[in-house]
């Protein structure tokens, strides 16, 4: 769109007698960028916070300008008519600053569910409508760029960032995230897709070398990247701050041009994770268009370059294209009036509902779920307490958050008043005893959360002779900066431990029944405690509207239909990356992720896990390992109950070309209205690994006897493996068997398919280990 205030100043200039600098949008790209000064070109390529300050903001690049509490903004350049590009996160919904001097209007945004719950729904219909949600929000709040939806694998259960994140298949990542983004950007609004790539861990995060073979690379930590860019063209996409077989991901012209842009044709704007990498001529030259938050050393040291000719401005020139693609694109370039009105309300009700399709039904043991009966006592300190969403960049600033006891109230269940008081008091003095620090920015990112007590058995015993039911919520939380601990967090405390025997042993011995709920971002140990209670609903962090969400699951208002997107093991070290994963650095320090040039001649001997990590699980990640090995699990990738049944029937396979389509029918032969996902794994002739998940379904929500056709497609191409040797994609010819199941380890039907001509696709040859890797085998 070409605006008026730019054709106005061109035709004030041509009648005043004077050459017009070019206008964007009027005049071509080729010529505003040949009538930019050298240091106007640096100037777009660097952020413009550098205008506010040197130095970290504890609000991770908060900008005050524009739209209070975004990310940042791009540089301006008033005099070609190139306004700035406002950037905000994240990924559970928009995060800016909901109150603003001078007015006393509030500006919430819509906490949706953490990531981990939405790919628990392997819906991708319901995630593309959170997309246009959180889009709208995006838009009518004045910003230009979502810096979301973050993609990194669930390589370990441990990672602190792992809610923010889908899952430890790369398919599932991929499609959900592809979803996310065609949401959000049919509102005319972009997204940067993040942290490109093999962003596993927080510890050290910002000097962190990930070691690791070129097939576990591209099959597992691009493959979910590599699909979302094909099938959603991202505006943007963010690097990560670690390095990859020794290079940063932000000056990896192999990950970012040869990779990125060459293979997968990617044609938007690359910029930094705020304060990534090292060096900016670097940087510029690999293909990260744009340095966030932005810098003046990082300015001087881009134009230095330059005019000594270590850095061509033919790269310059490259990445200045890219970043005024992206400026045209954006609504503040179009003129667009936001309203600051989003429609809070409707989104509530979204998340609300969106909350109960990725809810995992764990346990159900006699069907005491749904509760029929709504006198109930509910214990533990998450139930009063509950949490909405995880910390720091993927954090929001909701109006409101639905508690479980609030949600339980308002579906009619009663409340043991004894039990209540008794938390309600304990929770007050806790409070009071963790207030933060006022002086201490980083405060918001590290909340105490009230400590979990025992109740005396007295109180146990008169609940469970005033209760029908206990509920006890079990609570996680974690964030940004730092990742996550064995004891007191995957593992339950002994507090916790004790918590559920003692509430078992006196509900059960009055013959009443006991129910779990998961209120967690990632993977918690369950097996030397599930077989206690009689039912567990992990319920994840399900946003705002959590409790009602819970609520409406636990009266039956709507059915289970989450399915697990990680396996949860037995134990912590069953795990193969569990020896290659900080779980037991120190805590770090509030800016250690941050990207350090070593000093001069410094020299120190690099910590394994810390300064480098050696990925020797390999493609053993996930259920990719447990299947393969034959390894239990305590729940395997991809189970979920639901309250109805399902029988799966007529499963057919027809070639057409080069694509093989499937077909079953599901139907539901339960007593209640539910929704089903269908999984199709692949085996493929031999395969170091058993099977691997090539493609997914969720049924509509089937009334008792009613059926729906399913319909899959895989390709032969879908079927390859990553051929080292020959840097390239191989199908092998032979027989591949097509397992369709409810779960990774509930196959309901097995077809079989031939290949007759191996298919090869050859690919760059780059980023290569340059140590010796001993990867793990069968």
Not at 370 to 390: E, H, M, Q, R, W
Not at 585 to 601: D, I, L, N, Q, R
Request: glycine share 8%.
């Amino acid at each position: 769109m070409k605006r008026t205030l730019a054709i106005l100043l061109a035709m004030g200039a041509a009648t005043s007698g004077f050459a017009a600098d070019p206008q964007l949008g009027v005049a071509s790209i080729d010529d505003v960028i040949k009538a930019m000064t050298v240091e106007e070109k640096v100037d777009l390529l660097v952020g413009a916070e550098r205008r506010v300050g040197e130095g970290f903001s504890a609000e991770v690049g908060k900008s005050m300008s524009l739209v209070p509490g975004a990310a940042g903004t791009t540089q301006p350049i008033p005099r070609l008519g190139i306004p700035p590009v406002v950037l905000a996160d994240g990924p559970a919904g928009l995060r800016i600053s909901p109150i603003r001097e001078g007015t006393d209007e509030t500006f919430y945004c819509t906490a949706f569910p953490v990531a981990t719950l939405l790919a628990s729904s392997w819906n991708t219909e319901l995630i593309e409508n959170i997309g246009k949600a959180i889009g709208a929000e995006v838009l009518d709040y004045g910003v230009d760029v979502l810096l979301a939806p973050a993609l990194n694998l669930h390589r370990n259960p441990l990672c602190g960032r792992n809610f923010e994140y889908y899952s430890e298949d790369p398919l599932l990542v991929g499609k959900i995230t592809a979803a996310m983004v065609r949401g959000v950007q049919s509102k005319g609004v972009g997204t940067s897709i993040k942290h490109f790539a093999a962003n596993s861990q927080e510890t050290s995060r910002g000097a962190n070398d990930v070691r690791i073979t070129q097939r576990a690379l591209r099959e597992l930590y691009l493959k979910g990247f590599e699909i979302a860019v094909r099938e959603s063209q991202p505006w943007t996409v963010m690097t990560s701050y670690n390095k990859i077989n020794g290079v940063y991901t932000s000056e990896s012209r192999e990950l970012l041009t040869d990779i990125l842009r060459d293979e997968w044709g990617f044609a938007g704007t690359v910029m930094t994770d705020w304060n990534g990498g090292v060096d900016p001529p670097l940087q510029i030259h690999a293909g990260n268009d744009l340095l966030m938050p932005g810098a003046l050393a990082q300015r001087d040291a881009i134009l230095e370059a330059v005019r000594i000719g270590q850095l061509s401005e033919k790269d310059v020139d490259t990445d200045v294209r890219r970043i005024l693609e992206l400026v045209l694109k954006s609504p503040r370039f179009r003129g667009y009036k936001f309203s600051n009105r989003p429609d809070l309300k409707a989104h509530a009700e979204l998340t609300r509902a969106s909350a109960t399709e990725g809810m995992v039904l764990l346990k159900n043991s006699g069907n005491v779920l749904p509760l029929t009966n709504k006198n109930i006592a509910v214990f533990g300190i998450t139930s009063y307490d509950f949490i909405a969403g995880g910390t720091g960049s993927g954090d929001v600033n909701e109006a409101y958050t639905i508690s479980l006891g609030e949600g339980l109230t308002g579906a009619g269940f009663v409340n043991n008043r004894g039990v209540q008081e008794l938390y309600d008091s304990h929770i007050a003095a806790e409070n009071e005893r963790n207030k933060p620090d006022p002086n201490n920015p980083w405060a918001r990112f590290f909340r105490i959360r009230p400590s979990e007590f025992l109740p005396e058995p007295a109180v146990l015993e008169k609940a469970a002779a005033e209760a029908s039911v206990a509920l006890l919520t079990i609570g996680r939380n974690s964030g940004e900066f730092a990742d996550r601990k064995l004891p007191n967090d995957f593992e339950l405390s002994e507090v916790e431990q004790q918590l559920i025997a003692n509430i078992c042993k006196a509900f059960h011995a009055a013959g009443k029944k006991v129910v779990v709920i998961l209120n967690i971002g990632g993977v918690i140990e369950t097996a030397s405690w599930k077989e206690q209670p009689d039912a567990i609903l992990l319920a994840w962090q399900p946003g705002q509207e959590g409790g009602n969400s819970v609520a409406d699951i636990l009266s039956g208002k709507a059915s289970p239909s989450g399915k697990l997107p990680m396996t949860f093991p037995i134990s912590y070290m069953d795990i193969p990356s569990s020896s290659n994963f900080p779980f037991d650095a120190p805590p770090p320090g509030p800016t250690s992720f941050m990207s350090v040039k070593p000093a001069s001649g410094e020299e120190k001997e690099p910590v394994r896990n810390v300064d480098y990590t050696l990925y020797e699980e390999d493609v053993y990640v996930g259920y990719r390992y447990f299947d393969a090995f034959g390894k239990a699990t305590s729940y395997p990738f991809g189970y979920g109950l639901s309250y109805a049944t399902f029988e799966y029937a007529q499963p057919k396979v027809q070639q057409s070309g080069n694509d093989y389509l499937v077909s079953l029918t599901v139907k539901n032969t339960g007593k209640t209205a539910a929704k089903e996902v269908v999984q199709l794994y692949v085996s493929a002739p031999n395969a170091r690994l058993s099977k691997e998940l090539k493609a997914f379904a969720k049924t509509k929500a089937l009334q008792p006897g009613e059926s729906e056709n399913i319909a899959l497609k895989v390709s032969v191409a879908d079927l390859a493996s990553f051929d080292e040797a020959a840097s390239a994609w191989v199908a092998v010819a032979g027989e591949y068997k097509l397992l369709l199941g409810a779960s990774s380890t509930d196959i309901k039907n097995t077809l079989r398919i031939n290949v007759a001509q191996q298919l090869q696709t050859k690919v760059h040859n780059v980023l290569k280990p340059h140590t010796e890797i001993k990867i793990l085998k069968k």
